[in-house]
């Protein structure tokens, strides 16, 4: 069996996907807060486009598109998520999907991606929107490309099939980055959904989002 043939069974077509985990009060809680951060973060959006329109006049080798989508999965069903591009046009296209090994090389980023986006998190923002939609959490587990799952699935791992993706999480925030460690944070938070509900739950993603301004704000991505 292919990977991909792997990924369609044990992600698109799962019957855990129907099993989800979705407390009503962390919905409420997404539609608020990111509602409330897209107006917020307006100015921060309308700089973003036109640092990226001065950066491609200025550097031809920067010139593409603004947005581009990834597939990843949340609740085992695919989604397109949402980025602002940090990568040269020819690099992502060879990326197949899944950018972020590509990103460790400043070689391989736009100036702007370089000096801004990724070492903020700005890149990022765009998936205000995909939690928006419903397509994931403020809070929760990476997004991962289908792939990924269905390699995860097959060691038996299964919760990316049952839990919304979130924007972030106790891995986001965590110094820890080997997958190991993420694997181990995303079952921790899981935990809480499974035992939490209500405020209690709302005070813990919102503990996570508190975290997560202040990684922003120290400037803690990616550097070069």
């Known amino acids: 069996m292919t990977a991909s043939s792997r990924t369609g069974n044990a992600v698109a077509t799962s019957s855990?996907?129907?099993?989800?985990?979705?407390?009503?009060?962390?919905?409420?809680?997404?539609?608020a807060v990111?509602?409330?951060?897209?107006?917020?973060?307006?100015?921060?959006?309308?700089?973003?486009?036109?640092?990226?329109g001065v950066d491609m006049l200025r550097c031809p080798a920067d010139r593409g598109r603004l947005l581009y989508r990834e597939r990843r999965v949340s609740r085992g069903r695919t989604f397109?998520?949402?980025?602002?591009?940090?990568?040269?046009?020819?690099?992502?296209?060879?990326?197949?999907?899944?950018?972020?090994?590509l990103e460790s090389d400043p070689a391989n980023l736009t100036w702007l991606g370089r000096r801004v986006l990724k070492p903020m998190y700005l890149d990022e923002l765009p998936q205000l929107v995909n939690v928006l939609r419903?397509?994931?959490?403020?809070?929760?587990?990476?997004?991962?490309?289908?792939?990924?799952?269905?390699?995860?699935?097959?060691?038996?791992?299964?919760?990316?099939?049952?839990?919304?993706?979130?924007?972030?999480?106790l891995a986001q925030v965590s110094k820890g980055r080997e997958n190991t460690e993420f694997e181990k944070l995303d079952l921790e938070y899981i935990e809480l959904l499974r035992t939490n509900s209500g405020w209690a739950l709302a005070r813990c993603d919102l503990d996570?989002?508190?975290q997560t301004i202040a990684t922003i704000a120290r400037r803690e991505g990616l550097r070069y």
């Open 208 to 210: 996570i989002l508190r």
């Open 16 to 31: 855990e996907a129907d099993r989800a985990l979705v407390p009503r009060s962390k919905r409420v809680l997404d539609l």
């Open 80 to 101: 397109g998520l949402l980025k602002f591009r940090t990568l040269k046009e020819p690099v992502l296209a060879r990326a197949g999907g899944h950018s972020r090994p």
């Open 34 to 52: 990111s509602g409330a951060l897209v107006v917020l973060l307006a100015p921060v959006w309308a700089a973003v486009v036109a640092a990226a």
């Open 134 to 169: 419903g397509e994931m959490s403020l809070v929760g587990p990476r997004p991962w490309p289908p792939e990924l799952v269905a390699r995860q699935v097959d060691r038996g791992v299964r919760y990316r099939l049952r839990v919304a993706a979130g924007w972030t999480g």
